[in-house]
C-alpha cells in the first residue's frame, strides 16, 4: 500500500510530465481532479476541428508511454482512460475566493 505523501509526490511528478506533453502538443491543462487530469485543445488559427483532435490524440499517446515509467513508483501497474470528444464548450471563471477556470458542456461529458 503507498501512503498518503507517497501517492501525492508520485502524482505530482506524474501530472508534471504530462503538463509538459500538453504545452508541447498545445493542449490547455484545465484542471485535475485527485487522480484525474482534464485537457482541452482549442481550435487554433484557421485549424480545422481534426487538428484539435490530432492534438489531443497525439498527447494522449505519449501520456500512454509515460505511464509505464511509473509502474514502480506507485508499487502497482498504472492504467490510463482517456476519453475525447468535440464540440461547443462554455468557459469561464467560478468562485469568490478560490478562482477555478472550468469548461461545461455536452462535449465534456461525453467525453
Same mark, same amino acid.
Given at each position: 500500500?503507498?501512503?498518503?505523501?507517497?501517492?501525492?509526490?508520485?502524482?505530482?511528478?506524474?501530472?508534471?510530465?504530462?503538463?509538459?506533453?500538453?504545452?508541447?502538443?498545445?493542449? !490547455?491543462?484545465?484542471?485535475? @481532479? =485527485?487522480?484525474?487530469?482534464? +485537457?482541452?485543445?482549442? &481550435?487554433?488559427?484557421?485549424?480545422?476541428?481534426?487538428?484539435s483532435a490530432?492534438?489531443?490524440?497525439?498527447?494522449?499517446? !505519449?501520456?500512454?508511454?509515460? @505511464? =509505464?515509467?511509473?509502474?514502480? +513508483?506507485?508499487?502497482? &501497474?498504472?492504467?490510463?482512460r482517456v476519453?475525447?470528444?468535440?464540440?461547443?464548450?462554455?468557459?469561464?471563471?467560478?468562485?469568490?475566493?478560490?478562482?477555478?477556470?472550468?469548461?461545461?458542456?455536452? +462535449?465534456?461529458?461525453?467525453?
Open positions: 500500500t503507498i501512503t498518503g505523501p507517497r501517492l501525492v509526490s508520485c502524482l505530482d511528478q506524474l501530472f508534471s510530465k504530462f503538463d509538459q506533453v500538453c504545452q508541447n502538443r498545445d493542449v !490547455e491543462k484545465i484542471k485535475t @481532479i =485527485g487522480d484525474c487530469y482534464m +485537457a482541452v485543445a482549442w &481550435p487554433s488559427g484557421n485549424a480545422d476541428n481534426a487538428d490530432m492534438r489531443v490524440l497525439r498527447a494522449a499517446q !505519449e501520456m500512454h508511454s509515460i @505511464i =509505464g515509467e511509473f509502474d514502480q +513508483a506507485f508499487e502497482a &501497474p498504472l492504467s490510463l476519453g475525447m470528444h468535440g464540440g461547443p464548450v462554455v468557459s469561464g471563471m467560478i468562485g469568490k475566493t478560490k478562482f477555478c477556470f472550468d469548461i461545461w458542456g455536452d +462535449a465534456v461529458n461525453l467525453a
